[in-house]
């Protein structure tokens, strides 16, 4: 299993580029989004979509090679430093804001103006949870 983990590891940087390049991305569509003309909104619309969409195929890419990364090189979590935790609790915290950024989001394109904000809310604690988590892999892994 150890000669699968830089392959484990490249898509896990993938991942980490997609993820948080398509938050980026989203950071600045999103809250256009709020005060978007007719014409605008389509446009919007469909870049917000795609941006979603690569965000969560890296967070997805994330969460698949990370355990199998973790598994291959140490079998499990035991004698990793308390960074590992601090890591995981902020990873935990980035899936919890993505769904309700998700659900949010679902509530908003039905027509409930007022769901923008909880979009915009749990858009920048997954933005601030995903960094984190990285600072403390780091510190973890270094």
Do not use: C, Y
Request: charged content about 10%; glycine content about 12%.
């Amino acid at each position: 299993m150890e000669a699968v983990f830089p392959v484990l590891l490249t898509l896990h940087f993938l991942g980490l580029v997609a993820g948080f390049g398509g938050g980026i991305a989203l950071s600045q569509v999103g809250p256009r989004l709020a005060n978007a003309s007719e014409g605008e909104l389509g446009v919007l619309g469909k870049l917000e979509s795609s941006f979603t969409t690569i965000a969560l195929v890296g967070v997805g890419l994330l969460l698949i090679t990370g355990p199998l990364m973790l598994w291959s090189r140490f079998g499990d979590a035991a004698g990793l430093p308390v960074w590992f935790s601090l890591k995981m609790a902020f990873v935990a915290l980035a899936v919890i804001s993505i769904v309700a950024n998700q659900l949010a989001k679902r509530r908003f394109r039905s027509g409930q103006r007022s769901a923008f904000k909880w979009m915009l809310i749990a858009g920048r604690v997954t933005g601030i949870s995903l960094l984190l988590a990285v600072v403390f892999a780091v510190m973890t892994f270094q």
